[in-house]
């Protein structure tokens, strides 16, 4: 039987929070009950936001907090030259384009009079217009040898039709893990998303569909908060011929405000906690544990 395998999968562009606190710990409970893996995975392929101080920040957390992963550690920053083989295939074959508008053209183009009802993503970030999607390739190639700044993304139609009929997945029903529900995949919600930048070969969507399959995740335990977003994940999985993961999206630990907790909320970061005199032991209760 092959052992079960959940990750922690941090963004190091910030400091912990309780929320992660209690994600990790809801993977590390899981996989101990399983007698599974834990894996740690440090998201850091957004150079510019995430940092080593922050990374050691996580990562001193993390061990404080009682967390047990198994080593190495997978750090996405070191494997750029991994996901930049695999956009290389989506470009070769024609499941992203390169897109050229900026944030304030498509502002532009939805505040155009015609265009009030603009769908939105849900995140509330309008749809990326169709425009670059049908330029021609000379025209591409043109602006691309100008220098134009461009992001490659996914034509989330085409995917489909590659894809075929109904994309689903495995969503857990609460975290006893013992029933599990069908969930309809609906990537056409976030349009034809960022798959990879000029400068990074990657986007968040690609980068955790490569690694949970390399990896061998069985279980992906992680927040409400990215439970639409497995839509465009599976949609990846699918395109790539990568095998697909079980999923569980768990509750989210609310700020005093009843909001999502934030990395900017000090108040509620593990560190700041800590120096306030709270334990380890004192995190877990406070989170349910
Ligand atoms: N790195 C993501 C975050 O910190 C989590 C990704 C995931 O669990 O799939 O929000």
Redesign the pocket.
């Known amino acids: 039987m092959t052992l079960l395998t959940f990750r922690f999968?941090?963004?190091p562009n910030g400091e912990l929070h309780l929320g992660h606190a209690y994600s990790a710990l809801l993977n590390q409970k899981l996989a101990n009950r399983a007698g599974g893996r834990l894996l740690l995975r440090i998201?850091d392929i957004d150079t510019t936001r995430c940092t080593p101080q922050f990374e050691t920040g996580v990562l001193a957390d993390l061990k404080w907090l009682g967390l047990d992963w198994e080593e190495p550690v997978r750090r996405q920053s070191e494997h750029f030259g991994e996901y930049r083989t695999v956009l290389d295939r989506l470009i070769r074959e024609e499941f992203v384009y390169p897109a050229f508008m900026s944030r304030g053209e498509i502002r532009a183009f939805i505040t155009d009079s015609e265009k009030r009802d603009w769908p939105r993503d849900p995140d509330g970030v309008p749809l990326y217009p169709p425009a670059d999607k049908a330029l021609p390739t000379r025209e591409r190639k043109r602006r691309i040898a100008e220098g134009v700044p461009f992001a490659w993304r996914l034509d989330v139609d085409a995917a489909l039709a590659r894809a075929g009929g109904d994309l689903s997945w495995t969503e857990y029903t609460d975290e006893t893990l013992s029933a599990t529900r069908l969930v309809a995949a609906r990537p056409q919600d976030w349009g034809d998303v960022v798959v990879a930048r000029r400068e990074i070969p990657t986007s968040?969507h690609l980068a955790?569909v490569i690694d949970d399959a390399l990896q061998g995740v069985s279980h992906?335990v992680?927040?409400q908060d990215?439970f639409s977003a497995t839509g465009v994940q599976r949609l990846l999985q699918e395109l790539l011929g990568l095998r697909q993961p079980a999923y569980f999206h768990h509750r989210l630990i609310l700020g005093p405000d009843g909001r999502k907790l934030s990395k900017s909320l000090g108040d509620t970061g593990l560190a700041a906690l800590r120096g306030a005199g709270m334990s380890a032991a004192d995190v877990r209760r406070l989170v349910g544990f």
Do not use: I, M, N, Q
């Open positions: 999968a941090p963004s998201e968040y955790v992906v992680r927040g990215l």
